[in-house]
């Protein structure tokens, strides 16, 4: 069985973060607001969606 050694660890964390390409600020912000927009896009997708499905059941049903 291999022998643990934490210092050994730390190095190795080390030198794979080093290999690590990390984006700019830039790239971070562009990605934030896409990952906003799209969830905002998606939210309003999924509630006019509902409110179809809502309008077509009172509708069927004779509900509200």
Known sequence: MARLDPAQY???VRTEV???????RKETLITTGLVLAM???AAVFFLVVDQVIAF??????GLG
Do not use: H, Q, Y
């Open 18 to 24: 080093a290999k690590v390409t990390w984006p700019s």
């Open 56 to 61: 077509g059941m009172r509708g069927l049903f």
């Open 39 to 41: 969830s905002a896009l």
């Open 10 to 12: 730390v190095r190795d």
